[in-house]
């Protein structure tokens, strides 16, 4: 049995609807000193004679704030909306597993979680081995420097070292077949050539578990078989990938396992036609 | 810490996926990263950090390259700036408004002021802006978003380093022209001064960047803010020129003895009032502990903030 190289814990991520931040000091003194005299927040969005609400639960929430801010705060609590609510689920090594489902259930914010772009608000992932997540490619790239310093500053952002760019540099000009361009700015390559030069460094990365965007079906159809094949021999070499996509073909010829998030919630999960067919039957528009 | 966890009573079952292999919970599984919310009130894995140092080198390069492509005259705008800047405060202020320049030649004293001050104020100017210029890479992918504000002072250490060659060229043309001016044995300590000057830029710009991502207002301040804080500090007068009740003032700024000290071992002739140095030293370090601290409190949620 291969070991477990992802787990989910009881992953909540919340977000703030309305003016929390509001963005400006004068507002949040405001705020505050309205909250000191126990007056309404002028700033606040929402109807003071509401109750609180989580606007899309039916779970009572976590109390996740510090206790000693949250008193002043019960005639007027804000809209909290939680974006997951309480994952849990295991990957284990070189599995392919999809992530699916309709526009808001969550997928970004686990893709973006997982990436550490942004922490979860509770709850944990354990992960083990290198983690390379692609929900851009070309992340960093600059207009003004040429194809080989870009080369060099994108895998060094994607987390490579120096010296393993100098090894693989040959492979990934290759891949992309911009030889003759290499020196030049990037900001005189063709869409397709910054592209292309763009995923061969994603491509060179190596990593244990992949992470992987659906924005990265871009380009001409050769391009996309490309990805694909790539994504597929990173699972053939026993990595995991953990792919998220509205393409339900895609997520068919790459995944083996799926996941179907619902707002926010595990709705479904296994193997992956089976998970495909759930989502298809419950076309609800969004 | 928080209350115990509230939802601990309604956890749901594990979804189906994986549910016939039971959760093993073996003490010797090893995880390379483990993902958590937000604690503490410091974060900072320096070991991380360390290991992405070709990332700060590569920053520092796009830096230096990036910002004179395409232009003809390329790095030789870091000596134009610093050349011109001192040639209209010679004539501003040395020669219309007449303050003396404590018996230095005012070419040396405006040059030395200004590519000091300079170096400090670039710091600090550009790692406030450093979530606003760096979001559209920080939403995509992890990595240690200290590096970036490091790799701006070291970015500037350089071309603060072809200015200081630009001021010895002057100073050594001077000195042979038989000026008054003395470099003295500080010299040595030249670089505990650079030091300071990267630190407490570096401190003040990550403190502006934590709190820009949420007052935006502090963008318009810090860019007249630091033309006051230039007028504040002894760059277009001597320090000796201040009067007496006022270098209270002088003391409370870190700059100025900063300056002054500069000053003093280029050109010999400042004074260097030791107590207002361990001043500044001191809030120098605060101002750096201060500023790490809410860095690393606020990089880890900026992107939801931003």
Same mark, same amino acid.
């Given at each position: ?13 919340q977000y ?30 929402i ?5 609180? %609400?989580? %606007? ?17 705060r ?15 689920f295991? =990957? ?24 550490? =772009? ?18 851009e ?31 693989? !540099?040959?492979?990934? =000009? ?11 700015p ?12 763009? !995923? ?22 050769? !391009?996309?078989?490309?990805? %694909?094949q ?12 953990l ?7 895609? =997520?068919?010829?790459?995944?083996s ?14 193997e ?15 | ?24 919970t ?36 796009? @830096? ?17 700036? /610093? ?6 405060f010679?004539?501003i ?5 007449g303050?003396?320049? @404590? ?18 104020s ?33 970015s ?13 060229g ?11 001016v ?26 502006a ?7 935006? @207002? ?19 007068? /001597? ?20 300056i ?43 992107? @939801?903030?931003?």
């Open positions: 049995m291969p070991k477990t190289v992802i787990r989910v814990e009881n992953l909540w991520k703030r609807l309305g003016t929390i931040n509001h963005g400006t000091l004068k507002q949040d003194i405001q705020s505050w000193w309205a909250r000191m005299r126990g007056r309404y927040d002028p700033n606040a969005m109807d003071p004679s509401h109750q609180p %609400v989580d %606007v899309s639960t039916t779970h009572s929430p976590p109390v996740l704030e510090n206790p000693r801010l949250k008193a002043p019960t005639k007027h609590q804000e809209q909290i909306f939680y974006a997951l609510r309480n994952l849990n295991e =990957v284990r090594q070189g599995e392919t597993l999809g992530i699916i489902g309709k526009n808001g259930a969550g997928k970004s914010t686990l893709l973006k979680i997982l990436s550490r =772009v942004t922490t979860p608000t509770r709850g944990t992932i354990k992960l083990n081995g290198r983690v390379a997540s692609l929900l490619i070309g992340t960093g790239f600059h207009p003004e420097l040429t194809g080989r310093e870009n080369v060099f500053l994108n895998g060094t952002i994607l987390g490579m070292k120096k010296n393993e760019i100098h090894r693989k !540099f040959d492979d990934i =000009v290759h891949f992309a077949g911009v030889e003759q361009f290499i020196d030049t990037v900001k005189r390559y063709s869409s397709g050539m910054y592209v292309r030069l763009a !995923f061969a460094v994603a491509a060179h990365i190596d990593p244990d578990i992949l992470v992987v965007d659906e924005v990265l079906a871009i380009g001409d159809a050769d !391009f996309q078989k490309k990805c %694909v790539t994504m597929q021999d990173s699972a053939g070499k026993g990595r995991t990938v792919f998220v996509s509205h393409n339900m073909e895609s =997520v068919r010829s790459l995944c396992r799926g996941i179907l998030l619902e707002r926010g919630e595990i709705a479904d999960s296994g992956i036609d089976h998970v495909i067919e759930s989502y298809l039957a419950n076309p609800v528009a969004v | 810490m928080l209350a115990p966890d509230p939802c601990a009573d309604q956890q749901m079952e594990p979804p189906a996926l994986n549910r016939q292999t039971p959760v093993s073996s003490a010797d599984e090893s995880w390379t990263l483990i993902i958590r919310p937000v604690s503490g009130w410091f974060d900072i894995n320096l070991a991380e950090l360390w290991s992405y140092r070709d990332l700060v080198t590569l920053f520092v390069r796009r @830096d230096f390259v990036a910002t004179y492509k395409q232009t003809i005259l390329g790095p030789l705008w870091y000596l134009i700036q /610093p050349l011109l800047t001192t040639l209209v010679t004539v202020f040395g020669k219309i408004a303050i003396p320049t @404590d018996g230095q030649p005012p070419i040396l004293f405006y040059m030395s002021g200004i590519i000091a001050w300079r170096y400090f670039d710091c600090l100017v550009k790692t406030s802006g450093i979530f606003a210029s760096h979001a559209h890479i920080f939403g995509k992918v992890y990595f240690p978003r200290l590096t970036v504000p490091i790799s701006v002072v070291i500037n250490l350089l071309s603060f380093a072809i200015q200081i060659a630009l001021f010895s002057f100073l050594i043309y001077f000195i042979l022209a038989g000026a008054t003395h470099p003295t044995p500080a010299l040595l300590l030249f670089p505990l001064l650079v030091i300071q000057m990267a630190a407490l830029g570096l401190g003040c710009g990550i403190i960047s934590s709190l820009t991502t949420r007052y935006r @207002d502090l963008t318009y301040l810090i860019g007249f803010g630091i033309q006051l804080w230039m007028y504040a500090t002894p760059i277009v007068y /001597p320090a000796s020129q201040v009067p007496k009740d006022w270098q209270w003032l002088i003391l409370l700024n870190p700059m100025a003895p900063v002054e000290s500069f000053r003093h071992a280029f050109l010999g002739t400042a004074t260097v009032n030791p107590a207002g140095m361990a001043i500044s030293v001191m809030t120098t370090i605060i101002i750096l502990l201060a500023g790490i601290v809410m860095f690393s409190r606020v990089e880890k949620s900026v992107m @939801d903030i931003i």
